[in-house]
């Protein structure tokens, strides 16, 4: 006797029975993974079958079982997804389509949701406004998306609030919002996905108040981001830390963004480390706003309007290392950092305006800008030396092709000395330039 015959002959007529009434919650079980072809859910159907495929997470549910989905297409509508959920498919092969309704997948409070190999099409059908996402998951622990495809969504792909897990290996592409969107998160990992021609960001790292949050958002692919909601920055990211301290984004390759590749806004202990970034619209780094600590190294930035922004010490921005970067082809400026940094050993070639800028101001305090290489700058170093500017060492640079200077000590953004690399910085007592190489 096969499994199928098995199956049929345990479960009697409910395999025969429509699929909305198909699942007995009180019929007897094979161990491990349900097959909701062999319980009534039918791959292919035309017909809104979410009755029966809650009836089957459910059932699932209550039994600590895996439910597997056949290759196929299945139309569902607003599907509560219970405390304990797995739900696997063929690989590129199952598709669940959105036929409408207030949302399509939510969960809330769950002890663990996996969802692996499903391609999950929101079909750009519209959400009520409280669901943030096609799949939207809160305060949940044991969370895993894995090899799923997440398209065609009037919101954002996946959603997750106050939740923990992985997001891992999917491929997220045309939705409204954001592909990833991760609110006050705890102990989320983002990796190894594939996220493109999104509305409005990549990833999503926020908090609605700051604090301690640790996502790790590392491998990825991220490209084609677009800002349709404008806004002040918090669109057209490719990936966007907002409120949210102790967070690394190591690693992945951004392009084409309308904005900014990697946005860290009032995010302390924040590592931007190895991005491969191309093809910004304006600052390709950012860390900005109210900041504490931020480690930006080893990163290359072609084409943006500035490299890497370290900013808005007026608003209590600082502490920042700036190391080991590779910024080229800027419209702008290549590095600009503010207070209490080290922008030591970067690389920064072609840059239209300024190489690298100390300062803006008055807002300016204990930088070294030293070891770095500035080529193809009209203006090599801007330095402040405006009234209430901090002090700053720069030394051991190699400057080439600065036409108009190597170093300039800059009040605002106006020139405000000859060339300090010449000269040197006697009249600034808040300078300490020597040692650099000029040709």
Same mark, same amino acid.
């Given at each position: *006797? ?46 809104? #079958? ?27 509508? #607003? ?6 959920? $797995? ?16 949302? *399509?997948?939510?969960? &809330? $409070? ?26 939207? =998951? ?10 799923? @495809? ?26 409204? /919002? ?9 102990? =989320? ?25 640790? %996502? ?26 907002? $409120? ?11 392009? /084409? ?34 900041? &504490? ?17 370290? %900013? ?30 080290? @922008? ?11 190489? *690298? ?45 600065? /036409? ?14 000859? /060339? ?10 808040? =300078? ?8």
């Amino acid at each position: *006797m096969d499994r199928r015959t098995f199956l049929t002959g345990a479960l009697g007529a409910a395999v025969a029975t429509p699929a909305a009434a198909a699942v007995d919650a009180n019929a007897p079980v094979l161990r491990e993974t349900l097959n909701a072809a062999e319980l009534g859910v039918n791959p292919g159907d035309s017909a809104d #079958q979410s009755q029966a495929v809650q009836k089957l997470l459910d059932l699932a549910s209550r039994d600590d079982r895996q439910i597997f989905l056949p290759a196929g297409s299945y139309v569902v509508s #607003q599907l509560k997804l219970p405390a304990r959920t $797995r739900l696997a498919g063929v690989p590129g092969a199952t598709r669940l389509v959105f036929g409408g309704g207030s949302h *399509m997948l939510v969960g &809330e $409070r769950a002890e663990l949701v996996v969802l692996r190999n499903l391609i999950i099409d929101g079909a750009n059908q519209p959400l009520d406004e409280y669901v943030a996402g096609i799949v939207h =998951l809160s305060n949940s622990r044991g969370v895993v998306i894995e090899d799923c @495809a997440i398209e065609g969504s009037s919101r954002s792909g996946i959603a997750l609030d106050r939740c923990a897990g992985r997001v891992r290996g999917n491929g997220v592409r045309t939705v409204h /919002d954001a592909g990833i969107r991760a609110i006050e998160s705890s102990g =989320l990992t983002i990796t190894d996905n594939t996220i493109e021609d999104c509305g409005n960001a990549g990833v999503q790292v926020w908090r609605w108040t700051p604090g301690d949050d640790g %996502t790790i958002v590392t491998g990825n692919r991220v490209q084609r981001i677009a800002a349709k909601d404008g806004g002040s920055g918090q669109n057209g990211n490719g990936i966007n830390v907002f $409120r949210a301290h102790g967070v690394i984004v190591a690693n992945n390759r951004i392009a /084409d963004c309308a904005f900014t590749a990697v946005r860290a806004n009032s995010a302390n202990n924040v590592q931007i480390t190895g991005n491969n970034c191309q093809g910004c619209g304006e600052v390709a780094i950012y860390s900005e706003f109210s900041f &504490e600590g931020a480690m930006i190294a080893n990163n290359i930035v072609d084409t943006a309007a500035t490299g890497i922004s370290v %900013t808005n010490f007026n608003q209590g921005g600082r502490i920042a290392v700036v190391a080991g970067n590779i910024v080229r082809n800027l419209s702008d400026i290549g590095i600009s950092v503010e207070a209490d940094t080290a @922008a030591n050993g970067n690389v920064i070639d072609g840059a239209t305006r300024i190489g *690298m800028l100390i300062g803006w101001g008055p807002y300016m305090r204990d930088v070294t800008a030293t070891g770095n290489v500035i080529r193809r700058a009209p203006l090599g170093i801007g330095v402040s030396v405006a009234d209430g500017a901090g002090s700053a060492v720069i030394s051991d640079n190699l400057i080439a092709g600065a /036409d108009q200077g190597a170093i300039v000590g800059m009040r605002w953004d106006k020139p405000a000395s000859g /060339d300090l690399a010449e000269t040197g910085a006697a009249k600034f007592p808040n =300078l300490l330039v020597e040692r650099n190489r000029v040709s």
